[in-house]
């Protein structure tokens, strides 16, 4: 009877060191995709950032070079801000199939 009873505990043990260890095994999984997560967000955060900068400093020349061409400057800002507000209208136009992609891309690199 003891023998049995050393047999439960023994496997008593087992079961709870797999649990444990299983437990610290999907504990580290979702530490590492959520430093992936995070990493990716950063570089991306720093692209976005770079070729806001970028863009930025392109549309003030296209401006500025616009106004030049049409013999005021505030002329080529007015061309460039209508061009941004049609951008933005097709935008809003198609902000929900975007933000499916957006959810399907986050969704996607969690679960992976």
Do not use: D
Not at 43 to 53: C, E, K, P, T, Y
Not at 69 to 75: I, K, P, Q, V, W
Not at 91 to 99: A, N, Y
């Amino acid at each position: 009877m003891e023998e049995k009873e050393n047999h439960f505990e023994l496997l008593f043990e087992n079961v709870k060191t797999y649990l444990n260890t299983s437990v610290e095994l999907m504990k580290l999984k979702a530490i590492e995709k959520i430093s992936e997560l995070f990493s990716t967000l950063a570089i991306r955060l720093a692209l976005i950032l770079i070729l806001s900068m970028l863009f930025l400093f392109l549309n003030i020349g296209i401006a500025f070079w616009l106004g030049e061409l049409s013999g005021h400057t505030y002329y080529g800002f007015f061309i460039v801000s209508i061009f941004y507000l049609l951008l933005l209208v097709l935008f809003l136009l198609t902000s929900k199939r975007i933000k499916r992609r957006i959810a399907t891309v986050i969704i996607t690199q969690t679960l992976n």
